[in-house]
């Protein structure tokens, strides 16, 4: 049991949710790698959502919104972390939610989808024996998508994503919006949109964006997206994270 006064009570959470998860044969061998590299970053920026990756949500809401077949993909990590806000975002937008693993393996993807049906979500697809489609430009087991789902895409939100995956995506003209703490990774400089924060707390945020944008007419959500240059957005992330450095006292 985590004391709540304790200082580090969120991260401490957020870890016990990991390990829990691993335990449960959920997560990559290497997923305890990658949470303390997003660790890292969240410290660097603060640990609470800047002010531009709030922009980066509103754009990443617009997107969404205009899409025709928008998908929300998840891997072992945000399954850990955030499945049920996953499930809030699918269900809010109508749109599938998509297992993708890096480290695939049958009883890993039976595993997430399970959870995920258990939290209400209602379209779960990049599970075994179903009709797949290839991403050109991947090898392997890598290059296979949903039919129905990330093949079929024109607006794919992809947290935690590897760099090949995202430069495949885009080259296959899909808009890739990611979640990505660290701002200088392959992905976050291939993506549309590039949420720097955490999954966490990049959710829900986005959730709630979507429910207040909705109604907006197409031109409005169009100069939203217009508006949002993604390059910028990252060299602010950056500017955050050295201001960090520097007001740090000895
Ligand atoms: O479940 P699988 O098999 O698909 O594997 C998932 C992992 C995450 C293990 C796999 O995709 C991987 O190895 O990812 P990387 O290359 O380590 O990249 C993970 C990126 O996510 C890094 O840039 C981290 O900074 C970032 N990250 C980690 N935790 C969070 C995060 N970003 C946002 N929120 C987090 N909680």
Do not use: W
Request: aromatic share 4%; with cysteine.
């Amino acid at each position: 049991m985590i004391p709540k006064d304790h200082p580090r009570y969120e991260s401490l959470v957020l870890r016990a949710r990991i390990v829990e998860a691993s335990k449960a044969g959920i997560l990559a061998d290497s997923a305890m790698i990658a949470h303390g590299r997003g660790e890292a970053f969240d410290y660097l920026i603060g640990e609470k959502t800047t002010q531009n990756a709030k922009e980066a949500v509103k754009a990443a809401a617009a997107a969404l919104i205009l899409a025709e077949h928008p998908v929300v993909s998840v891997n072992g990590n945000t399954t850990a972390l955030v499945s049920e806000d996953i499930v809030r975002l699918s269900n809010t937008l109508k749109a599938p939610i998509e297992i993708n693993l890096f480290y695939r393996t049958p009883q890993r993807v039976e595993k997430i989808e399970k959870i995920l049906k258990e939290k209400g979500a209602k379209n779960v697809l990049g599970v075994e024996n179903e009709k797949k489609g290839l991403i050109k430009g991947l090898k392997g087991p890598r290059a296979n998508a949903s039919f129905e789902g990330v093949y079929k895409a024109d607006v794919v939100l992809v947290p935690l994503e590897d760099g090949d995956r995202a430069e495949a995506l885009v080259a296959n003209g899909k808009t890739v919006i990611t979640i990505d703490l660290n701002p200088l990774s392959r992905t976050a400089k291939t993506s549309f949109v590039t949420i720097v924060d955490n999954v966490v707390r990049a959710i829900p945020l986005i959730t709630e964006e979507v429910k207040k944008l909705r109604n907006c007419d197409e031109t409005e959500l169009r100069n939203i997206l217009n508006n949002f240059d993604n390059s910028l957005n990252l060299e602010k992330s950056l500017k955050i994270i050295s201001k960090t450095y520097a007001d740090e006292k000895p």
